[in-house]
């Protein structure tokens, strides 16, 4: 049977270039996103590249546990391995339409939500694998204020916070799942010029195979298959004082347990 893998927000710079490196290794991959149009053009952009690859698309809101819980409920086999990837980080706050503000719903529930839905499908197979895309841009997490309710809003402040919790739950999903043999790791990406680095005014000097070459070694190499519960930037384990934080680790994860 052929390995499955998901990569989530799969036609942005980076996305389509993690789905890409991949699908290379021989994956059947399932590229995700909510812009249909968008995910069929990076199939067809990387066939173009790589003609013998098994690829498909899922049309999913990631910002929304209902979708999320839905595309896992109809996904048919196993999986083998979770990118998650999906990130925004827009100038002003919105809500989505489940009334969570939409940063915060998609870098951080998103990524709790499509572990907690899939992980039951990797269960029981062989050398399965969750890969979180964070960030080395990553702090001031506000526990009281996880959406912005409270205080100004800044996209810059949302998406630190947002990638010091991915890096939190990142040791949380390692922990609990540990024995259903699912290894959870995240990394940051290299830095490449894309909507979400450009929407926090930043650029890029590295190329979406640059950026996506540390996700995708997570993903396949067996040099890490049996890691789990790290951080990593450019192929190298690296310390995360806030993977560290047990007490605020546990924290987060039942603050997140807590969202309808």
């Known amino acids: 049977m052929k390995r499955k893998a998901i990569v989530t927000g799969a036609y942005g710079a980076i996305g389509k270039a993690i789905a890409k490196g991949i699908a290379e290794y021989g994956l059947e991959v399932i590229l ?15 066939q173009k590249l790589a003609p013998d690859t098994g690829l498909g698309y899922a049309v999913v809101d990631l910002s929304s ?20 990837n999906a990130g925004t980080t827009p100038r002003s706050r919105i809500e989505t339409d489940e009334g969570i503000e939409i940063q915060w719903a998609t870098n951080v529930l998103g990524y709790y939500w499509m572990i907690k839905y899939f992980s039951p ?32 809003y800044d996209n810059d402040k949302a998406y630190r916070q947002s990638k010091q919790a991915d890096r939190m739950l990142t040791e949380a999903f390692a922990h609990h799942l540990k024995s259903d043999g699912i290894c959870v790791n995240v990394c940051h990406p290299g830095d490449v010029n894309s909507k979400l680095s450009n929407d926090l005014g930043y650029g890029g000097s590295e190329t979406p195979e640059q950026g996506a ?9 067996d040099e890490v298959e049996d890691q789990t519960g790290h951080y990593y930037e450019h192929r190298e384990k690296r310390h ?7 007490k605020g680790v546990e924290r987060l994860f039942k603050l997140c347990q807590e969202y309808p």
């Open 240 to 246: 995360c004082s806030f993977m560290s934080d047990k």
């Open 32 to 46: 995700v996103g909510r812009d249909e149009g968008k995910l069929a053009k990076a199939i067809t952009d990387i």
């Open 121 to 152: 499908h990797m269960k029981e197979q062989n050398d399965t694998r969750i890969v979180n895309v964070a960030s080395y841009w990553a702090g001031d997490l506000n526990f009281d204020d996880l959406e912005f309710k409270n205080r100004y």
């Open 213 to 221: 070459d540390t996700p995708v070694w997570l993903a396949t190499s």
């Open 65 to 84: 546990q209902k979708e999320i819980r839905k595309f896992s409920k109809d996904w048919q086999g196993p999986l083998h391995v979770l990118v998650n």
